[in-house]
């Protein structure tokens, strides 16, 4: 079985910065593809960023220059640095991995969440 474990939401003002925390721990065989969503009460799950095994980058429209995504590979953990954050990044933003748990078998998993809240 595989958990991930986010950490670093909180409350911050506008313009402030917060760094996500994502700790993956487990049957992991390796990781693949590792990445940040969010989301709101009534509203669909979005993308915020992916970071590939391979490296490269992907970042939803709304984030780019202020976000940014990395990954230690040595600790399976992915990071989200978010700078110049705004009042509309509030939401649950929550950690995903492609995980492959044996050879022929990947499967994705999800964190439990973690709150960000971004005051005017």
């Known amino acids: 079985q595989v958990q991930l474990v986010e950490s670093g939401g909180g409350l911050v003002q506008a313009g402030g910065s917060l760094r996500l925390s994502c700790a993956a721990s487990g049957s992991i065989f390796s990781l693949n593809a590792m990445g940040w969503y969010r989301q709101n009460p009534g509203k669909q799950r979005e993308m915020v960023a992916v970071i590939p095994s391979g490296g490269g980058t992907n970042y939803a429209d709304s984030v780019k220059g202020r976000f940014t995504i990395s990954r230690d590979n040595a600790k399976n953990t992915v990071y989200l640095q978010m700078n110049s954050l705004k009042p509309e990044d509030t939401a649950v933003y929550y950690c995903?991995?492609?995980?492959?748990?044996?050879?022929?078998?990947?499967?994705?998993?999800w964190g439990q969440g973690t709150l960000v809240t971004v005051s005017s």
């Open positions: 995903n991995a492609l995980v492959r748990v044996h050879t022929f078998t990947t499967v994705e998993v």
